[in-house]
């Protein structure tokens, strides 16, 4: 079973310039996750996505960020314009949500960008 | 409030080893999961272990145990016989609320770095 897959693996932008990542889910995986990852620290929720619908957005700093997930599979995470403190790992997660689901959001190896 | 605490910064083990990472959470909610996740060098997290609130027994997987002590809010992960191959960054995290009512946001520690030396 493949699992997710994230593109690019590295980005390196100026700033002000756009960016933006893709991810395709775990097949079958109804709930998808962007969290963004600062140098020492551990992953923090950016957007959460079941199916289409984005039903957590509270952390997406909506004056620059968007985010879509078009069809309930792939999704993508864009930056315009980028700033310096944008520099970080991005990670998508996959899982499946709901009576018989378990409880593991699966990881992709995230796409680490820097901002100059 | 930080909701989930991990105190070390870098731990060394030497191989074939025992090791434990520390852990400790903050919840008012009496249903929670508490998660290890490891990050290897390639950036992507690796679920280990998961302890449920109401769990009577501590969970083990393999080399992997999660000591579970509810009334000190504690959930450290005990490797056994360390391989090399367990150096990386090790995340505790944590998911309030019964599973499988709806969302609920996972919380991750700030990470503990392994170094295993043969």
């Known amino acids: 079973e493949a699992g997710v897959v994230q593109s690019p693996r590295y980005k390196i932008i100026e700033k002000k310039q756009p960016v933006a990542f893709w991810c395709n889910p775990i097949s079958g995986h109804n709930t998808l996750y962007w969290y963004r990852q600062n140098l020492g620290q551990g992953p923090e929720l950016l957007i959460r996505?079941?199916?289409?619908?984005?039903?957590?957005d509270s952390q997406l700093p909506k004056d620059r960020f968007s985010a879509e997930r078009l069809k309930g599979v792939d999704s993508t995470l864009k930056i315009q314009p980028a700033e310096l403190g944008d520099s970080a790992v991005y990670l998508c997660?996959?899982?499946?949500?709901?009576?018989?689901?378990?409880?593991?959001?699966?990881f992709g190896p995230g796409t680490r960008l820097t901002v100059t | 409030a930080q909701k989930i605490t991990q105190t070390q910064p870098g731990m060394f083990v030497q191989e074939k080893e025992a090791v434990t990472l520390d852990c400790t959470y903050d919840t008012s909610d009496p249903s929670y999961g508490l998660f290890w996740y490891k990050q290897p060098s390639s950036g992507e997290m690796i679920f280990l272990i998961y302890?449920?609130?109401?769990?009577?027994q501590n969970a083990t997987e393999g080399r992997y145990s999660l000591n579970f002590q509810k009334a000190r809010k504690s959930a450290n992960l005990v490797i056994s016989a360390s391989q090399l191959g367990d150096s990386a960054m090790y995340f505790c995290?944590?998911?309030?609320?019964?599973?499988?009512?709806?969302?609920?946001?996972?919380?991750f520690g700030t990470g503990t770095r392994l170094l295993v030396s043969p």
């Open positions: 996505y079941e199916n289409e619908e984005a039903v957590d």
């Open positions: 302890q449920g609130s109401y769990d009577q």
């Open positions: 995290a944590m998911r309030e609320g019964r599973m499988n009512t709806g969302f609920q946001k996972l919380v």
């Open positions: 997660a996959s899982s499946l949500e709901g009576e018989l689901a378990g409880y593991e959001q699966y």
